[in-house]
């Protein structure tokens, strides 16, 4: 079974509505309870933080600052984590201006870049927002899709950020009429590499992830069956090298084309990731609303224990609202999943009483506006 990894103390100063704010925790699940509104998403926000990225609101860091505050916002947690008992400081510093980064620091150390929170936490979400997921656009389902990766391979937002980086600097050579055949070749060979790693671990991950949703045991939520679309739809079963020179090929072809449209279009930025209810055999965005609810909560649970058992560690769930559609039955059934992973868990609702069935596996606090306290089973 995979190791457990859980917070033991958060610590919130000007962080969204809450001036201060300071849990004590063990290391059972965590239940925040109160009415809409109260704060709890930002308590689950905040632990977000604790990961790569801009959280799971994906906010403009100068909008998660208290309204009123003086200067920036601090986030403290110590937890055990895969590399033991650590301290994490994160936050933004007044007077950064429009230049504001996060910082980061392990056990008062400053880290080089939020990519070494990887090291110690792996913290997945389900959150309210994520609900039209199948429905939006293939932008969001790309997004949810590296988030997946990132879990198993920190190294995959790096190529990304560097492929759209090399992308960029494409697209202004063309807007501009420089058609300089060394200075294009130099930048497309960059992101023939770059963008055949970023298939190459998607492809990985969704067969990973496939294999184990058919293989599981089964639960009340159905398996969604994955596939990719838009970039190398023929696959992935040939040597890296050969599939380069394809992509490359396919850039220098297609600069006349991408000058006319004014930006690139083919390559990983264009994948799409299509959900289908396996058991119905029919489109996720087909589904009735609940069904593709019950869908977004089987394909988290998959990648939960995906990611335990790949890296040895369970990790950190926030799941918000997430008792709200859920009838008597499939909510004990979840929260029995979910203790099955084996890590910690955060979970908000308006009713206590819909997290009954937890019964002592988890700690209850009460939240109103900007405070916290402890409540009872």
Not at 65 to 81: E, M, P, S, Y
Not at 145 to 163: I, K, Y
Request: aromatic content about 6%.
């Amino acid at each position: 079974m995979a190791q457990k990894t859980s917070i033991s103390r958060l610590k919130l100063t000007d962080f969204r509505n809450y001036a201060a704010a300071s849990l004590v925790l063990d290391s059972r699940h965590v239940v925040l309870t109160g009415e809409n509104g109260a704060g709890k998403t930002n308590l689950m926000e905040a632990i977000s933080f604790l990961s790569p990225g801009r959280g799971f609101r994906r906010a403009v860091l100068t909008d998660v600052t208290r309204v009123g505050a003086d200067g920036g916002f601090t986030i403290f947690a110590d937890l055990d984590g895969m590399e033991g008992e650590v301290a994490i400081g994160t936050g933004i510093e007044p007077g950064d201006g429009e230049s504001v980064s996060r910082k980061v620091r392990i056990n008062s150390t400053p880290a080089k870049s939020t990519e070494e929170l990887s090291d110690h936490l792996n913290v997945l979400w389900l959150t309210p927002s994520m609900d039209g997921l199948f429905t939006g656009s293939s932008s969001d389902r790309r997004r949810f899709l590296d988030r997946l990766v990132l879990s198993l391979d920190p190294a995959h937002g790096r190529r990304a950020s560097d492929f759209e980086r090399a992308m960029r600097s494409r697209n202004r050579l063309l807007s501009e009429g420089r058609f300089d055949p060394s200075w294009l070749t130099g930048i497309e060979t960059q992101m023939a590499e770059l963008g055949i790693s970023m298939a190459a671990a998607r492809h990985e991950m969704l067969g990973l992830l496939q294999s184990l949703s058919v293989n599981s045991a089964e639960t009340p939520f159905p398996t969604p069956a994955l596939t990719l679309e838009g970039f190398m739809d023929g696959g992935m079963d040939r040597p890296a090298a050969d599939l380069e020179d394809d992509y490359l090929e396919a850039l220098r072809n297609g600069r006349g084309r991408d000058a006319a449209a004014g930006r690139t279009l083919e390559g990983p930025h264009r994948v799409d990731l299509l959900v289908r209810h396996h058991e119905k055999n029919i489109e996720a965005a087909r589904c009735s609303t609940g069904e593709q609810k019950a869908l977004l909560i089987g394909l988290i649970l998959a990648h939960a224990r995906l990611t335990a058992d790949m890296t040895g560690f369970a990790p950190i769930l926030l799941l918000d609202e997430i008792a709200a559609h859920l009838d008597e039955g499939r909510r004990a059934t979840l929260f029995d999943l979910v203790d099955g992973l084996g890590g910690q868990a955060f979970m908000t609702g308006t009713d206590q009483s819909m997290f009954a069935a937890l019964g002592d596996r988890a700690q209850f606090f009460t939240v109103t506006h900007g405070s916290v306290t402890p409540g009872t089973v």
